[in-house]
Antibody, heavy 116, light 113 residues
Framework: QVQLVQSGAEVKKPGASVKVSCKVSGYTLTKLSIHWVRQVPAKGLEWMGGFDPDNGETVYAQKFQGRVTVTEDTSTDTAYMALGSLRSEDTAVYYC?????????WGQGTLVTVSS | DVVLTQFPLSLPVTLGQPASISCRSSQSLVHSDGNTYLNWFQQRPGQSPRRLIYQVSNRDSGVPDRFSGSGSGTDFTLKISRVEAEDVATYYCMQGTHWPPITFGQGTKLEIK
């Protein structure tokens, strides 16, 4: 059974960076093509970026270009999403999900609060 | 970017009655491989999204058969044949045909009347 388990909630100051982890179990990380989606409180779902297996590259939403980095550690089957230059509008729940599985599997979400 | 427009955005339904949510795409979601990558998700308050339907009409394992998806090209529908209390949630359509970016509809909040 595939499970995605994310790291705990974070509180950051404006201008700081945050790194959220997503640990995969029950399957191989590289075969899941992990993507990241965020949800601002009481708002909809917003795709941030993820791995494209067709070209072997990580692609990002234009909105987050230059601020977000998605990486993987295959030795621990863990994916990471780092977001820099945080502002209050980045306060949201961040989810990892498996694109290769058609977005069937989702992590439990990580609340990132940006506040001075 | 592909824009997905859902309607209605708010859906009050009486228990036991049917419900229908539409999702309209700004362009055809038929992929060059012949598949249509349109999914439906349910998100209950405080929970992660749960995929209900993939590729327009395929119901996920464990999803009650009162949920069904249909449509083609640019117009898609999620139907619930008889709404139950546990169906209170926000429902999203999502396309993965033309990406980046992956895009979602705005969400439809289903409540019991």
């Amino acid at each position: 059974q595939v499970q995605l388990v994310q790291s705990g909630a974070e509180v950051k100051k404006p201008g700081a960076s945050v790194k959220v982890s997503c640990k995969v179990s029950g399957y191989t990380l590289t075969k899941l093509s992990i993507h990241w989606v965020r949800q601002v409180p009481a708002k909809g779902l917003e795709w941030m970026g993820g791995f494209d297996p067709d070209n072997g590259e990580t692609v990002y939403a234009q909105k987050f270009q230059g601020r977000v980095t998605v990486t993987e550690d295959t030795s621990t089957d863990t994916a990471y999403m780092a977001l820099g230059s945080l502002r209050s509008e980045d306060t949201a729940v961040y989810y990892c999900t498996s694109a290769a599985a058609g977005f069937e599997y989702w992590g439990q979400g990580t609340l990132v609060t940006v506040s001075s | 970017d592909v824009v997905l427009t859902q309607f209605p955005l708010s859906l009050p339904v009486t228990l036991g009655q049917p419900a229908s949510i539409s999702c309209r795409s700004s362009q055809s979601l038929v992929h060059s491989d012949g598949n249509t990558y349109l999914n439906w998700f349910q998100q209950r308050p405080g929970q992660s999204p749960r995929r209900l339907i993939y590729q327009v009409s395929n119901r996920d394992s464990g999803v009650p058969d009162r949920f069904s998806g249909s449509g083609s090209g640019t117009d898609f529908t999620l139907k619930i044949s008889r709404v139950e209390a546990e169906d209170v949630a926000t429902y999203y359509c999502m396309q993965g045909t033309h990406w980046p970016p992956i895009t979602f509809g705005q969400g439809t909040k289903l409540e019991i009347k």
